[in-house]
T-cell receptor, first 114, second 114 residues
Framework: AQSVTQLGSHVSVSEGALVLLRCNYSSSVPPYLFWYVQYPNQGLQLLLKYTTGATLVKGINGFEAEFKKSETSFHLTKPSAHMSDAAEYFCAVSVRAAGNKLTFGGGTRVLVKP | DSGVTQTPKHLITATGQRVTLRCSPRSGDLSVYWYQQSLDQGLQFLIQYYNGEERAKGNILERFSAQQFPDLHSELNLSSLELGDSALYFC?????????????FGQGTRLTVV
């Protein structure tokens, strides 16, 4: 079985500051890793994904994440926070053998201060 | 717009009742997933269908059932509803369970049981 741990249920950053959201996963087989964002009263939107190949993955809205197998981590970063980044962010893992169903972390709510 | 359509958007019903949530996947997607999002349990995978067949089962209660029809739309049936079933129910679709593609999420159905 797979699992995901997101460190910090709430993160507060100043506008223009670095955004760093931490995600650690557990999987006995090579995983696919995802970051999704959820704005209030909305569904989940994919920010980026890692399947195979390059371990630094770039996504939408200036976000990127790095897959580190040795650390079982997939942390999400953005160099400069914008007010529109205020939302909840979910890290998720899936494996092909399990039909690619997603196992989500608990989520991190990001507050951006002006 | 993800291309995944869920109806209704909101549903208020009484304990003991039965409701049906509907999902139309993106055009061309054969796989449908149902997830439940609640404050205490977070995002939990319920069940997956692929081309009309059940593919994987997660933390789905026996009072809940689902099916995928020949036109690929899916329905989630919730019966003998309890207060604790109040949650946001998401449907997601993807090309298929064997592909490392992302799942696209609908806007969700917010179920309130009173």
């Amino acid at each position: 079985a797979q699992s995901v741990t997101q460190l910090g249920s709430h993160v507060s950053v100043s506008e223009g500051a670095l955004v760093l959201l931490r995600c650690n996963y557990s999987s006995s087989v090579p995983p696919y890793l995802f970051w999704y964002v959820q704005y209030p009263n909305q569904g989940l939107q994919l920010l980026l994904k890692y399947t195979t190949g390059a371990t630094l993955v770039k996504g939408i809205n200036g976000f990127e994440a790095e897959f580190k197998k040795s650390e079982t981590s997939f942390h999400l970063t953005k160099p400069s926070a914008h007010m529109s980044d205020a939302a909840e962010y979910f890290c998720a893992v899936s494996v092909r053998a399990a039909g690619n169903k997603l196992t989500f972390g608990g989520g991190t709510r990001v507050l951006v201060k002006p | 717009d993800s291309g995944v359509t869920q109806t209704p958007k909101h549903l208020i019903t009484a304990t003991g009742q039965r409701v049906t949530l509907r999902c139309s996947p993106r055009s061309g997607d054969l796989s449908v997933y149902w997830y439940q999002q609640s404050l205490d349990q977070g995002l939990q995978f319920l069940i997956q269908y692929y081309n009309g067949e059940e593919r994987a089962k997660g933390n789905i209660l026996e009072r809940f059932s689902a099916q995928q029809f020949p036109d690929l739309h899916s329905e989630l049936n919730l019966s003998s509803l309890e207060l604790g079933d109040s949650a946001l129910y998401f449907c997601a679709s993807s090309v298929g369970p064997g592909e490392a593609t992302e799942a696209f999420f609908g806007q969700g159905t917010r179920l309130t049981v009173v």
